[in-house]
């Protein structure tokens, strides 16, 4: 059966009833056709998700009023690993993407950084739509945790206000190992800068900050490859634990 995943700001204890916001609501009748007796999922974005059940349809053409009843409840742990990934935005349609991904892979926050050879510069009103790219993959995974998004800045503020250790993207080098040790657990950042890759100065900056070079395979990678492929790696086999 399939998965019909809402996203609302609170969802309260089992037997009580739930408002779905207008978003949700119009997707849920206009889009889903769903009505009273139909199941659906409720996450909030802090960790709690929920089973309900559609009492009513809600009324007029956007469907207002549309509720549900929760029959069951619970509140997910948070991930070992807290993951921030700061990430040269790749153009419009691949950035949302990469938001996609993270959100997937489980980032609890991103901050879009701008380099000397960033193709995208967005300015802070894109992360409206970033958020709607996160949300979506919430409901497609099932992950309780929306990632907070940052507005965009340069890399010398971001390298200013980074207080967790990390690692970034590094290009495969000759004589340099291909992988660096992942974190174990806590608060780790990721680093990945535009196609263009960081500038020696970049890099500079960021193995000064403490932060190691982390590379998969012997081949350069796309940032719509490099945000799986690293964020993989520093998940490891360690799941949610």
């Not at 206009?30 to 349809?57: C, F, N, Y």
């Not at 926050?109 to 709607?132: E, H, K, M, N």
């Not at 806590?186 to 990945?192: Q, R, S, T, Y």
Request: net charge positive; aromatic share 4%; proline share 9%.
């Amino acid at each position: 059966m399939q998965i019909r995943r809402f996203i609302v700001a609170q969802i309260p204890e089992a037997g009580a009833e739930c408002i779905l916001p207008p978003v949700e609501a119009l997707h849920a009748g206009k889009v889903l056709r769903l009505g009273p007796g139909d199941r659906i999922d409720l996450l909030d974005g802090a960790g709690t998700r929920a089973e309900a059940v559609l009492t009513a349809a809600g009324a007029g053409r956007r469907f207002e009023g549309m509720a549900c009843r929760v029959t069951a409840r619970q509140a997910v742990p948070a991930p070992a690993l807290r993951v921030r990934l700061y990430l040269a935005p790749p153009r419009a349609r691949l950035m949302g993407d990469a938001v996609r991904i993270a959100t997937e892979l489980g980032v609890r926050r991103l901050t879009p950084i701008l380099c000397r050879y960033s193709v995208s510069r967005p300015d802070a009103a894109a992360a409206a739509g970033w958020l709607q790219d996160a949300e979506a993959a919430m409901k497609q995974s099932g992950n309780p945790f929306r990632p907070r998004i940052d507005p965009p800045r340069d890399l010398a503020a971001a390298l200013r206000d980074a207080a967790e250790p990390g690692v970034f993207g590094a290009v495969p080098r000759a004589g340099a190992p291909v992988v660096a040790p992942a974190a174990v657990g806590g608060d780790v950042g990721l680093w990945i800068g535009p196609e263009g890759g960081f500038t020696d100065e970049e890099e500079a900056a960021l193995a000064g900050h403490g932060l190691a070079p982390l590379s998969v395979g012997p081949w350069i990678l796309r940032v719509e490859t490099a945000v799986p492929a690293l964020l993989g790696r520093l998940w490891g086999d360690r799941g949610h634990a």
